[in-house]
């Protein structure tokens, strides 16, 4: 008697004849959708609804596991190093896998990750978030660790749930789950498409959700307005709130199976890009991402030479390239924003970055293609090798009384200039960003060039202060630079296209300090200088506070409000003192009651960009000290 054979649940849906092939039905198999096969499918069914607590036990998984920890690499220290010098039969290499069972916490996780999956896709169709995603993309921008896999991400996940009984989101988290237990095959000869396939259609992880709903969060950020899910702002915060969530869960799920690997940091990185935006740049929970992105990076081994690593593709080998690179500068641009110490230390890391637009075989770093183009890739390049000096300031920081600081400094200067004439003539910006005939994504990549090299000799240029109430002309030149151009990205917002790092984050850690000293310098009674121009100077700090205030860029309630609210404040108070007085003589401001005390009072500490910095400038005894010169044009 021939042994019946049920259909899986996608064809017994839609009512349509199943070869029973498996894993996958070749009708699931060519529409790339999730083959479910029930485990007991002539079983009859209860009628309650089922629970959360008490899920249908179909498809049944229990990923296995190995009982003891993953060590991930282990470095030249460890006992593995010593070890493997020791010889062994090649037995003890295959002892028995044990499985161990899924624990309580696990299992709570995977039913809060299914119950948000429900809910979000009930509440919002997957097909427009998947439009919302690729109107996104088209725009220019992306998920810049993620770019090779956001769009065929979208496109899987679009196509992925087609059950619709009460416990879908049950199922399908499981063979999620099951997907993502499955170890990532690739070899020297494995290429871009091979490998994605392994995390995509039917074979879709966690990690798979984790990318697309941290693409769906990201563009809820950068298109305001956007019909099929969104026109007000409560329901566009509403969305982002609920897909951020998800793509915790994903992240979360899939760190729980204990098998770190390239796809799930890339998930990590994005995940914490994603709650730099939610829940603000100086959000501990923020911080703690970046560390555990940071962790992962050690675990797996990315702080190595990976060129000395056998079988890695050249696709990969770039892409593990490209996450040091960005995860390192993530970390000193951070620790610099918040005043709190690196965590990826130069001295124990191998510094890799990918090649720029494709090109293998660059002899240095400082090295670039004549023809690249502005990219996420070169974005990373830059950023990381910026980074390093970055670092290096950093420790000349902690040696600043010592007798060699100029010079030291002086040499890091040096490789700054160098650098920034080793790139490409057209990343190079040398006029006004209005003047610059590029599309939306190269105008803002080629700002964020500027800045960040423009940043470098801020930082150099503040070290080297005596005390930092009184800056000098080389810093005052480089903050006015750097004002005027974030002034400059502020009114040109609307034709500007995220290439790395987005608006806020521009206006908070370049824009801030820039201001911060121009305020000092105007309050010390700076002589004149050629070169600066204090009419552009009080132009673009009114600007600067002006876009602030009305809310443009930033409302109450936004992650970084409560910074830039206070700094504009400041600036506020100084810039009406100086309308308002501009034709009274002005005290000494050596001889101001309390002078002493407030200069006292003002941080010295390169790293401390925060409102601290802010609160002790807006406590300066009067705002009204102004030097004759200063009033001049």
């Keep these: 008697m021939a042994t019946r054979l049920a259909a899986c649940e996608t064809c017994r849906k839609a009512k349509q004849a199943c070869d029973h092939g498996q894993p996958v039905c070749s009708r699931c198999q060519s529409s790339g959708g999730i083959c479910i096969y029930r485990t007991a499918p002539f079983k009859r069914r209860r009628t309650e609804k089922p629970s959360l607590r008490s899920p249908d036990p179909s498809p049944s998984f229990s990923p296995r596991r190995n009982p003891y920890p993953n060590p991930g690499y282990l ?151 956007f019909p099929l899910l969104y026109t007000a702002e409560e329901d566009q915060y509403t969305l982002r709130r609920l897909v951020t969530k998800l793509s915790d869960f994903a992240l979360e799920v899939s760190l729980s199976l204990d098998c770190l690997n390239d796809l799930q940091l890339i998930v990590q990185y994005e995940n914490f890009i994603v709650h730099s935006y939610v829940d603000g740049d100086q959000s501990y929970h923020s911080w703690r991402k970046l560390g555990d992105v940071i962790s992962s990076t050690f675990a797996l081994g990315y702080h190595e030479n990976l060129e000395t690593k056998p079988g890695i593709p050249l696709f990969l080998m770039e892409l593990r390239k490209t996450a040091f690179a960005r995860i390192y500068s993530a970390d000193k641009n951070i620790a610099i924003f ?115 090299h423009l940043h470098v000799l801020f930082l150099l240029r503040l070290l080297l202060l005596n005390t930092l109430t009184e800056p ?47 305020l000092l310098a105007l309050l010390k009674q700076h002589p004149h200088a050629p070169g600066i121009s204090r009419n552009k100077i009080l132009q673009d700090l009114s600007v600067f506070v002006a876009e602030v205030q009305i809310g443009t860029i930033v409302k109450p309630g936004d992650p970084n409000y409560a910074l830039l609210s206070k700094a504009t404040s400041t600036i506020q108070r100084f810039l009406d003192s100086f309308h308002s007085d501009a034709g009274q003589p002005p005290l000494e401001a050596g001889h101001e009651e309390g002078s002493d005390d407030w200069a006292a009072l003002l941080s010295q500490d390169l790293w401390d960009a925060e409102a601290g910095f802010w609160q002790s400038l807006a406590d300066h005894p009067s705002l009204l000290a102004l030097d004759p010169p200063l009033l001049s044009v």
Excluded at 432 to 444: G, I, N, T, V, Y
Aim: hydrophobic share 40%.
């Design 75 to 225: 470095g030249s220290s460890s006992h593995a190093a010593i070890f493997k010098h020791i010889a062994s039969d090649d037995h003890s290499h295959n002892a028995p896998e044990t499985e161990a069972p899924q624990s309580v916490g696990d299992n709570y996780m995977l039913l809060q990750g299914a119950d948000v999956l429900r809910h979000l896709l009930t509440r919002y169709p997957l097909s427009a978030m998947k439009e919302l995603v690729t109107f996104w993309l088209a725009k220019g921008a992306n998920l810049a660790l993620a770019e090779p896999f956001v769009a065929r991400c979208a496109e899987s996940v679009s196509q992925l749930f087609t059950l619709h009984d009460d416990n879908w989101h049950l199922v399908y988290a499981r063979r999620l789950l099951e997907n993502s237990a499955k170890p990532l095959q690739f070899n020297e000869h494995s290429d871009l498409g091979t490998f994605s396939a392994q995390f995509l259609d039917h074979n879709a992880r966690w990690e798979t959700l984790g990318i697309f709903f941290a693409a769906v969060s990201r563009a809820t950020i950068d298109i305001p307005f």
């Design 338 to 452: 918040l005043g709190r110490p690196p965590r990826m230390n130069k001295r124990f890391c191998h510094f890799q970055i990918p090649f720029d637009h494709q090109t293998p075989g660059q002899s240095s770093s400082n090295e670039w293609d004549p023809d690249s183009k502005p990219g996420y890739r070169a974005d990373t390049r830059w950023s990381a090798l910026c980074a390093f000096l970055k670092e290096e300031v950093w420790e000349l920081l902690q040696d600043k009384h010592d007798a060699a600081c100029g010079q030291r400094a002086s040499i890091i200067q040096r490789k700054a200039e160098e650098q920034w004439e080793a790139l490409p003539a057209h990343f190079r910006l040398e006029s006004s960003l209005k003047q610059c005939a590029r599309s939306p994504f190269e105008r803002d990549f080629l700002a964020h060039v500027r800045l960040t």
């Design 472 to 518: 000098d002309i080389p810093i005052i030149e480089t903050a006015g630079q750097m004002l005027a151009l974030v002034v400059e990205i502020i009114l040109l917002r609307e034709q500007l296209t995220n290439s790395g790092t987005g608006l806020i984050w521009k206006v908070a850690y370049y824009g801030l300090p820039a201001a911060g000293i121009l």
